[in-house]
């Protein structure tokens, strides 16, 4: 939505510059500015090589969803699907170019959580056979 703002004032559209003033603004001040606000109090903490453990891809993504769990998996796949239903009505039926987008995300939604879904059964059905 930036870059469509940003971008108006050459598009001719009414009103685009002050729009594109005002997330400019938003851009360049406000974002770093909370930024240093929210840090203000954090501690800063001295890391070596040594304190952090080396962790694989797989055991990281099999650790995150056990932390969600099945239950939560399957609400995330299924509004997951929910959402990528009317992007996939609205890009065949109309034919804009933004519902692509939407459908490339809520379809890799998709796929992400139920590949993680299925990790998580298969190290159950791993877990119970040994």
Avoid: N
């Amino acid at each position: 939505m930036i870059v469509i703002a940003l971008a108006a004032p050459l598009l001719g559209e009414p009103d685009a510059a002050g729009v594109a003033i005002f997330f400019g603004l938003v851009l360049l001040v406000v974002c770093p500015a909370m930024q240093a606000w929210m840090m203000r109090g954090l501690p800063v903490t001295q890391l070596r090589d040594a304190d952090l453990e080396p962790v694989d891809r797989g055991t990281r993504e099999l650790d995150y969803a056990r932390a969600l769990g099945a239950s939560t998996l399957w609400g995330l796949v299924v509004v997951a699907l929910v959402l990528l239903a009317p992007q996939i009505f609205v890009a065949v039926t109309d034919g804009v170019w933004w519902a692509w987008l939407g459908t490339a995300m809520f379809g890799a939604m998709s796929v992400y959580f139920s590949w993680l879904l299925s990790r998580l059964r298969k190290s159950r059905r791993v877990s119970r056979a040994t």
